[in-house]
T-cell receptor, first 112, second 117 residues
Framework: AQSVTQLGSHVSVSEGALVLLRCNYS??????LFWYVQYPNQGLQLLLK??????LVKGINGFEAEFKKSETSFHLTKPSAHMSDAAEYFC??????????FGSGTQLTVLP | GAVVSQHPSRVICKSGTSVKIECRSL??????MFWYRQFPKKSLMLMAT?????????EQGVEKDKFLINHASLTLSTLTVTSAHPEDSSFYIC?????????????FGPGTRLTVL
């Protein structure tokens, strides 16, 4: 069975500071990993994904994530937070099946 | 990626009535779509997989007679909440499966906010 754990349901950073959102997965086979962002009352937008190949993945809006198999992690980072980054972020996993399993989400607040 | 729309974006209904939510894939022929439910401040819960031309596959614990799914064409899937009750109030999101080769990707609709009074 696959599962995703997002540590920290709420993260607050100052504008311009580093953003780090944590995601750990549990999967018996190599996973496909995703980060999505959701703004209030909207659907999900894909930030980035890892399937195969390079373990450091760059996405939209300056976000990136690194797949670390030894740590079963796929943490999301951005060097400098912007006010517009305030949103809910979801990590998700699948192992090739079409169904995604989502983490519980992390609400990012960016302080001025 | 696929562009996905949902209609309506918001609906308020009385308890006991039925509500239909449409999910359209505007630029991609989708043989598979997914329906999710999201409670306030919570993650997405997969309700069912909608397959064009065949019966939907429901996740454990989801009542198929209450949440009717029809996927009659490659661009439209509908979710009907029958005899809605206040506990059915939620944010319903659909997605289009655009998996091909090693690329596994879903594109999400903007969601429908259902409020049952």
């Amino acid at each position: 069975a696959q599962s995703v754990t997002q540590l920290g349901s709420h993260v607050s950073v100052s504008e311009g500071a580093l953003v780090l959102l944590r995601c750990n997965y549990s999967s018996s086979v190599p996973p496909y990993l995703f980060w999505y962002v959701q703004y209030p009352n909207q659907g999900l937008q894909l930030l980035l994904k890892y399937t195969t190949g390079a373990t450091l993945v760059k996405g939209i809006n300056g976000f990136e994530a690194e797949f670390k198999k030894s740590e079963t992690s796929f943490h999301l980072t951005k060097p400098s937070a912007h006010m517009s980054d305030a949103a809910e972020y979801f990590c998700a996993v699948t192992y090739g099946a079409r169904q995604l399993t989502f983490g519980s989400g992390t609400q990012l607040t960016v302080l001025p | 990626g696929a562009v996905v729309s949902q209609h309506p974006s918001r609906v308020i209904c009385k308890s006991g009535t039925s509500v239909k939510i449409e999910c359209r894939s505007l630029d991609f022929q989708a043989t598979t779509m997914f329906w999710y439910r999201q409670f306030p401040k919570k993650s997405l819960m997969l309700m069912a997989t909608s397959n064009e031309g065949s019966k939907a596959t429901y996740e454990q614990g989801v009542e198929k007679d209450k949440f009717l799914i029809n996927h009659a064409s490659l661009t439209l899937s509908t979710l009907t909440v029958t005899s809605a009750h206040p506990e059915d109030s939620s944010f319903y999101i659909c997605s289009v499966d655009q998996t091909s080769g090693s690329s596994n990707e879903q594109f999400f609709g903007p969601g429908t906010r259902l409020t049952v009074l």
